[in-house]
């Protein structure tokens, strides 16, 4: 794999970090997740410790690591048989199960448990101390086990969660993950809806199916939900086609989210932006919005970014990444492709020209109708589209005006709903919590209509 | 269904052509798969379509049958393809099969293993997920069915990118020759757990497996078997619910004398408009507001899809 620049992965499908790369941090079985750049000063925070991130760099994804404290102070260390939890205890596990089931053999229960602080002989200092000696985190949980009076009475249920308990606090543990749209957005969905416009992950897993994104597909695309929507088409079309995002006025939407992806340059170079009034400038090839009179210069034609457009940057250079997160990073740097450049004169004319194959829409804060009303005459025709909606109305209204004016066929507004389960032994049962709405869908297909 | 070459991409240039595959639309639960022939003819409730006279239409173009009736010609998607392909086992919809493509993390390039095959409906999505550098390896112990889904897929023009064998993954597990290969693996199987010690050999370090089972002992026992060297198990449900869209008018207290009392029933159709001749004059004093309802018939139950990833060790 190798050194790599500005974070971008050598092979898109790379089972290892390399530095500069953007990660997901996961820790203590789900209970925080953030996201990190693997660049050389970064550390995260966990509890009240700093750990430096170096030793992630060049490990498999996956991989899980525990915090030791050390008398050099906290770092992180690779745990090689990450089994130490006992299975469906980590994630899928339901924090409001709370009544203590019975497993098959465990005859124990709860009568006799009396809960007054008072079961835990060891204090707070001798912890510390057991600390400076240089005890490892998992010595730490030991002992505390051995000084409960109460652990050898609780169930085997019981017991589990007592020890998850305190290892989250000794010796908390970081998975590293890849970041994918999966993973992204749920996070985000998870910490910061509102960034990503509410949109749930089986909500935007099903906008990219409805609108038929897929290699070589041209998807326009209107992201007002942080670029998860543009990062997500990107990673479906691994480098071929194009993501063009488009926006009303003169500044185009922040999709700063497509840098937790960690996308090649070529993937990158897939993503570009334009106005929407100068993909509907009336003629063909009318590029009033383009102050560059420059005959576009790519080699091959299929390049469709203008490489003298630098300076028409958009939004996404130098706004702060919205991290959801505590670590200090350093910005990646920069010498390959930024993802949203400006769409070159030659690719706009060829999109009048060919119209696009997908059209997908997440625009809250827009009249869906007039979007729609808009942006449908640059699809080709026989191609799907997908809008998304918090709210359910604009997309009905939007519905009906598509039928009544007969330019799609297939129409259905949709909902999705999407329900966890814990899995275990007796105690099979949905989540207590769950999402009540991840928003609305109006698709279908444009037809041809002149 | 899927290719490099422009002239097969839909465009307001594309062109209807001898041979190639078209989705007839008569109405959004009336579709039919149809390889446009010169010679031969589409006969439906509607009337006799020449195909010769779809030829050098665009996609998505509406046309006319020998009585005025009209279908539209759609180019075929995966998403149209599960509306209309033959059912030959139970299939996975769109909304199962978004979130496990998603969930699997299948991009351009990954190498993913399926079994069963079934009707190929998975199939053809995850074939869209890998191209184009990528592959689908499906299989099914069932000869007719590999056969039927292998034709089905030379028809949708993926044979780049799905290979389908006859293997009984149950009980022989996947092939050797993919340990190690695979970035995913896929199991729509009735013991799925009997395939869950293979698929940990195919997968990758962090890949990920994803077992769809419609009862819930099945989920159970998968689960158990993934304890051994799998981690981040998880299992959903997930619906698709649709909406019933109207124009609907109220009556308004007052004026005609009749009590504002709605004499014309909504328009039944489902999803279709009123259209404005029905509705014009039939109540003066009516406030008329597009509204939408869950539709009254759903599926309520599909599948669990439980997810888990190769523990790295
Ligand atoms: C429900 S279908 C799969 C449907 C498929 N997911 C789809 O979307 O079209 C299950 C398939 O598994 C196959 N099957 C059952 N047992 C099998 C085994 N032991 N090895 C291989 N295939 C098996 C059946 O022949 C059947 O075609």
Redesign the pocket.
């Known amino acids: 794999m190798g050194e790599e620049e500005g974070g971008h992965s050598p092979n898109p499908n790379s089972k290892v970090t390399w530095e500069g790369c953007s990660v997901l941090l996961d820790i203590n079985g789900g209970d925080r997740l953030v996201f990190a750049r693997l660049s050389p000063a970064a550390s995260l925070k966990i509890g009240d410790k700093k750990c430096s991130l170096q030793p992630l760099v060049g490990c498999p994804f996956g991989s899980l690591f525990q915090v030791e404290t050390g008398p050099k102070g906290a770092h992180l260390v690779l745990v090689s048989s990450p089994a130490s939890s006992s299975p469906g205890m980590t994630e899928g596990m339901d924090p409001q199960e709370k009544n203590d089931g019975k497993l098959k053999g465990d005859e124990k229960d709860n009568r006799a448990l009396i809960d007054d602080n008072r079961a835990q002989n060891l204090t707070g200092e001798d912890i510390d101390a057991m600390r400076r000696c240089g005890a490892s985190g998992d010595e730490i949980i030991e002992a505390l086990i051995s000084n409960s009076s109460t652990f050898e009475k609780k169930t085997v249920f019981s017991q589990e969660k007592y020890k998850l308990k305190k290892q989250k606090k000794y010796a908390p543990k970081v998975l590293l993950r890849r970041p994918f749209t999966r993973s992204i957005c749920e996070a985000y969905f998870k910490k910061y809806p509102s960034r990503i416009g509410f949109l749930r992950v089986d909500t935007l897993s099903l906008l990219l199916s409805m609108a038929n994104v897929g290699a070589y597909s041209d998807v326009l695309v209107v992201d007002m939900v942080g670029g998860i929507l543009t990062g997500a088409v990107a990673e479906r079309l691994g480098g071929t086609g194009y993501v063009c995002c488009t926006y009303p006025g003169s500044a185009p939407y922040s999709i700063d989210i497509v840098r937790m992806f960690n996308f090649s340059s070529e993937i990158c170079s897939r993503i570009v932006q334009t106005s929407s009034s100068s993909l509907l400038s009336a003629q063909d090839g009318d590029d009033e919005d383009d102050s560059s009179s420059d005959p576009p210069s790519n080699k091959d034609n299929g390049s469709m970014i203008s490489s003298d457009e630098q300076s028409k940057k958009s939004t996404t250079d130098g706004s702060p990444v919205p991290v959801p997160t505590s670590v200090v990073n350093a910005p990646p740097t920069k010498k390959s492709v930024n993802p949203g450049m400006p769409a070159s004169p030659d690719a706009i004319k060829l999109w009048k020209r060919r119209g696009f194959s997908s059209l997908i829409v997440a625009a809250p804060d827009m009249d869906a109708w007039s979007m729609v009303d808009e942006l449908l005459p640059l699809l080709s025709y026989s191609s799907p589209f997908a809008f998304y909606h918090q709210y359910l109305q604009p997309l009905a209204t939007c519905m009906h005006r598509l039928q009544t004016e007969k330019k799609a066929v297939a129409l259905q507004v949709s909902e999705s709903w999407l329900r966890e389960y814990q899995v275990l032994p007796s105690r099979t049962h949905p989540h207590m919590q769950m999402s009540g709405s991840g928003g609305y869908i109006l698709s279908g297909t444009r037809i041809f209509d002149s | 269904m899927l290719s490099a070459d422009q002239e097969k991409q839909n465009s307001f240039q594309r062109r209807i052509c001898e041979g190639d595959l078209v989705i007839v639309y008569e109405r959004h639960d009336a579709m039919k798969p149809v390889t446009v022939r010169a010679g031969s003819e589409l006969q439906n409730r509607f009337g006799v379509f020449k195909h010769s006279d779809w030829i050098g239409m665009p996609f998505g173009c509406k046309v006319l049958s020998n009585k005025g009736s009209f279908v539209y010609l759609l180019a075929p998607t995966p998403q149209l393809w599960t509306l209309v392909l033959s059912h030959?086992?139970?299939?996975?919809y769109i909304a199962d099969i978004s979130f496990v493509v998603s969930f699997l993390e299948v991009v351009p390039g990954c190498v993913v293993l399926e079994?069963?095959?079934?009707?190929?409906?998975?199939?053809t999505s995850l074939a869209r997920a890998v191209a184009p550098f990528g592959h689908v390896y499906t299989?099914?112990?069932?000869e007719q069915?590999a056969a039927s889904a292998r034709e089905d897929f030379e028809r949708n023009g993926l044979t780049r990118f799905i290979t389908v064998s006859v293997?009984?993954?149950?009980?022989e597990g996947f092939p050797e020759e993919f340990c190690g290969k695979a970035d995913s693996v896929f199991l729509?199987?009735?013991q799925p757990w009997l395939a869950v010690p293979s698929s940990g050999k195919m997968l990758k370090p962090d890949g990920v497996l994803c077992s769809?089972s419609p009862c819930i002992e099945q989920v159970q026992r998968s689960c158990e078997a993934l304890t051994t060297n799998f981690t981040d198990v998880r299992t959903f449900e997930v619906l698709l619910r649709t909406y019933e869209v109207r124009d609907v008018k109220f009556g308004s207290l007052g004026g005609d004398g009749s009590g504002g009392a709605v004499r014309k029933p909504p328009c039944k159709r489902k999803n279709r408009p009123s259209s404005d001749e029905e509705n014009n004059g039939s109540m003066e004093r009516s406030t008329s507001t597009v509204m939408a309802k869950p539709c009254p018939e759903t599926r309520g139950h599909t599948g669990f899809l439980t997810f888990a990833r190769l523990r790295c060790s």
């Open positions: 030959r086992t139970q299939i996975l079994s069963g095959t079934g009707s190929g409906s998975l199939t299989f099914d112990f069932h069915r293997r009984d993954t149950q009980g729509d199987l009735p769809f």
